[in-house]
């Protein structure tokens, strides 16, 4: 029994490997430790992961068909993509390839694999709900608008799926994340970047008068979600979509307090204007995803915020 995980040195894809290899199962890992941002914090991912028994890694990048060449799983984990909003205004290409060639590829593979496969587990992403003012988000809500590249390739990647799961009979289950945040995370994520900012003193940028509220989940509560699915795949020919958060929304000046008390010190802020392709709100309705898998995330804004901070102390030797 084979879990392929790809996008293993990343944020979310470290974590659900560590907790795969952690319960016994075999995992092959695939990434291209890109340099989006620092390749040595993924390569420091990646050490922790490479001396755990059961595990294999595979550099190579998924909009390249050769990357899965001789590879054998019984289910798929796809966390592999190009992060990031604000950076599909400035490089639109790299998502292109990334999302929707690379989603194929892994599409291509686990139609390859038949009925050998019994699962194929995809990220999407709360951005799919564009400009909704609707909250909660509920996967019943429209998502035809998105506004940004980013979204517009995580909601085509759901459609493709769809395709694939009614012509080949994939069972398949898309996810789509909310605002996920935690030790070894990302440091172009604003829980990274504020921490980054306070504890040096430096100024951190607040859009929009910090008004913006996102629905924050702890990278723990994301992976015993993505577990729960995966362990309970779908007929065969069936594509799901679940929202996966904390549906608990705070607001980015919330936020910022937040991190204020954890670190002792007082923000500096430089105030600048909502940005293109940012959304007001996120609000995840997961009901869902508690109503069929048992999923309901048990980490507090201020805890997770805290193991992050320690974390991050800890990683920079502060």
Not at 75 to 88: E, K, P, T, W
Not at 103 to 132: D, F, I, M, Q, T
Not at 238 to 249: A, H, L, T
Request: with cysteine; proline share 4%; charged share 20%.
């Amino acid at each position: 029994m084979t879990v392929l995980v790809t996008g293993a040195a990343g944020f979310i894809g470290y974590h659900t490997a560590e907790a795969l290899l952690a319960r016994g199962e075999q995992v092959v890992g695939i990434d291209d430790l890109n340099a989006y941002y620092d390749p040595s914090l993924k390569r420091a991912r990646l050490e922790r992961l490479a001396g755990r028994k059961g595990f294999r890694f595979v550099e190579g990048d998924i909009a390249e068909e050769t990357t899965f060449a001789g590879i054998a799983c019984d289910r798929i984990v796809h966390l592999a993509a190009q992060a990031g909003v604000r950076y599909s205004l400035q490089n639109p290409r790299a998502y292109i390839r990334a999302n929707l060639m690379g989603h194929l590829n892994v599409l291509e593979l686990a139609r390859g694999l038949g009925a050998e496969l019994k699962h194929l587990v995809y990220a999407s992403s709360s951005s799919v709900y564009g400009g909704n003012d609707k909250a909660p988000f509920s996967e019943t809500d429209a998502v035809e608008k998105p506004v940004s590249l980013y979204a517009a390739t995580k909601r085509s990647d759901e459609l493709i799926s769809y395709s694939y799961s009614h012509l080949y009979g994939l069972a398949q289950t898309g996810l789509r994340f909310f605002t996920v945040y935690g030790p070894w995370g990302r440091p172009d994520m604003a829980y990274w970047l504020f921490t980054e900012a306070l504890l040096s003193g430096k100024p951190i940028d607040v859009f929009a008068g910090g008004v913006l509220t996102r629905d924050f989940t702890y990278v723990d509560d994301i992976v015993t979600g993505i577990l729960k699915v995966l362990d309970a795949p779908p007929e065969r020919g069936v594509n799901r979509i679940y929202n996966i958060g904390n549906s608990n929304p705070v607001s980015v000046n919330d936020f910022i307090a937040a991190l204020e008390r954890i670190t002792g010190r007082t923000a500096l802020r430089n105030e600048l204007p909502m940005q293109p392709g940012d959304v007001r709100a996120t609000h995840a309705d997961a009901s869902a995803l508690e109503r069929d898998h048992g999923f309901r995330p048990s980490t507090g804004l201020e805890a997770g915020l805290q193991r992050f901070v320690d974390w991050y102390r800890s990683w920079n030797g502060l």
